[in-house]
């Protein structure tokens, strides 16, 4: 659907400015033109355009140039670049430059409305998740959760409506996920914001250290226990305690938690006094409890007390469309911490991060940022900063016979040859896992593949 958007075509051919215009408007679209680079500049400046398609080569004031300075007006604008002339130079010039994406004429209209879609879905989710993340509050951007996927806007949703209550949550996913941000957005955007938020990892500490960290204890308790001691459920009356890997706590303590949420009241570690708090639960695992119970490992009366609302991060590896956004937030503060200049990601080096599976999510992305970042040798991070690990096992169209094995002056045209030939072959012949790789319709693949050459 194109909802109404009003695309600025800029090309000094007429008469393909004009083909353009009227197959856009057959979709949907509202179309205004521009002949050169200097008009679709003050044209930006005047009108909120929600996409640009723009040729590269014009007389006056080139799309290179334009594009560089459109965006400087406005840089949530997708343009997209068309060009016949180009090398793989000045498509990666134009990708630096902050195009979303380049196309080779004569056009494919059905990959130039795919690719228009996709960028313009991209720039409304975006909008849609900072809005969203701006009526949690500034505390939740804080805490440095990113994401535009549609995994994390159904997760930011259900966050904001969860926050407010006083309902325990449950936060699942595996290592690395972000778990404990979870935590953190849902107690700084709830009434007890203005409390403590205190956080207890309950695989850290053996059994009796737990119960002593949990709940206190009195002077002379045990050995060592020369004075009496808080525990954290009495710091964070009035506020919310956050039990990371609750999978792992004993049985034994398990059943004194369990009391704790039932009663809202226990004893200190070798006391009588019956304390009463006020805190709010909020527990994370990276295991399956349900599995944990059937093993005799978690107790079921406990689980149904924690999992009043569940969370699930989703692991990185299902959603990649958050990484180049992750990729861009962790380069800046650590270009920042580490005083270097980087300014961005060369598409090569790009398309093996995506690739990459990411076993680690974000904890081993960010730990892989700060080693790029170390080790760059320029402005942009490319192949060779890369951590081993990435350029081994990464798959798809930048591995193997990939771009990084071709000429730097080859047309884009046998680029994009190789890059489909080698993603077709990754699928397995299968052309339409290849297509859906490729961001294109199993039309547009056929149609290219005849024209290489090959079997359809």
Same mark, same amino acid.
């Given at each position: 659907?194109?909802?109404? *958007?009003?695309?600025?075509?800029?090309?000094?051919?007429?008469?393909?400015?004009?083909?353009?215009?009227?197959?856009?408007?057959?979709?949907?679209?509202?179309?205004?033109?521009?002949?050169? =680079?200097?008009?679709?500049?003050?044209?930006? !400046?005047?009108?909120?355009?929600?996409?640009?398609?723009?040729?590269?080569?014009?007389?006056?004031?080139?799309?290179?140039?334009?594009?560089?300075?459109?965006?400087?007006?406005?840089?949530?604008?997708?343009?997209?670049?068309?060009?016949? +002339?180009?090398?793989? @130079?000045?498509?990666?010039?134009?990708?630096?430059?902050?195009?979303?994406?380049?196309?080779?004429?004569?056009?494919?209209?059905?990959?130039?409305?795919?690719?228009?879609?996709?960028?313009?879905?991209?720039? &409304?989710?975006?909008?849609? *998740?900072?809005?969203?993340?701006?009526?949690?509050?500034?505390?939740?951007?804080?805490?440095?959760?990113?994401?535009?996927?549609?995994?994390?806007?159904? /997760?930011?949703?259900?966050?904001?409506?969860?926050?407010?209550?006083?309902?325990?949550?449950?936060?699942?996913?595996?290592?690395?996920?972000?778990?404990?941000?979870?935590?953190?957005?849902? &107690? +700084?955007?709830?009434?007890?914001?203005?409390?403590?938020?205190?956080?207890?990892?309950?695989?850290? /500490?053996?059994?009796?250290?737990?119960?002593?960290?949990?709940? =206190? &204890?009195?002077?002379?308790?045990?050995?060592?226990?020369? !004075?009496?001691?808080?525990?954290?459920?009495?710091?964070?009356?009035?506020?919310?305690?956050?039990?990371?890997?609750?999978? @792992?706590? $004993?049985?034994?303590?398990?059943?004194?938690?369990?009391?704790?949420? %039932?009663?809202?009241?226990?004893?200190?570690?070798?006391?009588?006094?019956?304390?009463?708090?006020?805190? !709010?639960?909020?527990?994370?695992?990276?295991?399956?409890?349900?599995?944990?119970?059937?093993?005799?490992?978690?107790?079921?009366?406990?689980?149904?007390?924690?999992?009043?609302?569940?969370? %699930?991060?989703?692991?990185? !590896?299902?959603?990649?469309?958050?990484?180049?956004?992750?990729?861009?937030?962790?380069?800046?503060?650590?270009?920042?911490?580490?005083?270097?200049?980087?300014?961005?990601?060369? $598409?090569?080096?790009?398309?093996?991060?995506?690739? +990459?599976?990411?076993?680690?999510?974000?904890?081993?992305?960010?730990?892989?940022?700060?080693?790029?970042?170390?080790?760059?040798?320029?402005?942009?991070?490319?192949?060779?900063?890369?951590?081993?690990?990435?350029?081994? %096992?990464?798959? =798809?169209?930048?591995?193997?016979?990939?771009?990084?094995?071709?000429?730097?002056?080859?047309?884009?045209?046998?680029?994009?040859?190789?890059?489909? /030939?080698?993603?077709? @072959?990754?699928?397995?012949?299968?052309?339409?896992?290849?297509?859906?790789?490729? =961001?294109?319709?199993?039309?547009?693949?056929?149609?290219?593949?005849?024209? +290489?050459?090959?079997?359809?």
């Amino acid at each position: 659907m194109s909802r109404n *958007n009003t695309i600025l075509v800029v090309d000094d051919d007429k008469g393909h400015r004009t083909m353009l215009k009227t197959l856009l408007s057959g979709w949907g679209y509202s179309v205004a033109e521009a002949d050169d =680079g200097s008009i679709a500049i003050e044209m930006a !400046r005047e009108n909120p355009f929600d996409l640009v398609l723009m040729d590269i080569r014009m007389v006056k004031v080139s799309g290179l140039e334009a594009l560089a300075k459109i965006k400087a007006i406005n840089p949530s604008i997708p343009i997209i670049i068309m060009t016949a +002339y180009s090398s793989v @130079e000045t498509a990666v010039e134009a990708l630096k430059k902050g195009a979303y994406d380049y196309l080779t004429k004569p056009l494919d209209f059905d990959e130039l409305h795919l690719t228009m879609e996709r960028a313009m879905d991209h720039t &409304h989710l975006k909008e849609e *998740n900072r809005l969203l993340k701006a009526s949690l509050g500034e505390k939740f951007d804080r805490r440095n959760i990113i994401g535009n996927s549609p995994q994390m806007v159904r /997760l930011f949703e259900t966050i904001a409506q969860v926050a407010p209550s006083e309902a325990t949550v449950l936060i699942t996913g595996e290592s690395g996920t972000g778990k404990e941000l979870i935590a953190g957005a849902i &107690h +700084y955007n709830s009434e007890r914001k203005d409390g403590p938020f205190i956080k207890v990892n309950c695989a850290a /500490l053996t059994e009796t250290l737990l119960e002593s960290e949990l709940f =206190g &204890h009195e002077k002379g308790a045990f050995t060592g226990a020369h !004075r009496r001691k808080e525990g954290q459920f009495s710091l964070a009356d009035g506020g919310s305690l956050f039990l990371d890997e609750v999978s @792992e706590m $004993p049985l034994s303590m398990q059943v004194k938690l369990l009391r704790v949420i %039932q009663e809202r009241e226990f004893t200190r570690v070798g006391g009588e006094e019956v304390i009463q708090v006020d805190v !709010r639960i909020i527990a994370a695992t990276n295991k399956d409890l349900a599995q944990e119970i059937s093993s005799g490992r978690f107790r079921e009366d406990l689980f149904y007390r924690l999992n009043v609302v569940t969370l %699930q991060m989703p692991p990185l !590896r299902e959603r990649k469309d958050d990484i180049p956004l992750l990729l861009e937030h962790f380069l800046e503060s650590f270009a920042q911490k580490n005083r270097k200049t980087i300014k961005g990601v060369t $598409p090569q080096a790009m398309a093996r991060l995506v690739s +990459y599976d990411w076993p680690g999510n974000v904890r081993e992305l960010m730990n892989a940022v700060e080693r790029m970042v170390v080790l760059a040798r320029g402005d942009y991070v490319g192949e060779p900063d890369l951590p081993p690990i990435i350029l081994e %096992q990464a798959e =798809g169209p930048a591995s193997g016979q990939g771009t990084k094995d071709l000429p730097a002056d080859l047309p884009l045209e046998e680029v994009e040859k190789a890059s489909i /030939l080698k993603t077709l @072959e990754s699928a397995g012949g299968n052309k339409s896992e290849a297509a859906r790789r490729l =961001g294109i319709t199993r039309r547009t693949l056929h149609k290219k593949l005849k024209k +290489y050459g090959v079997m359809p």
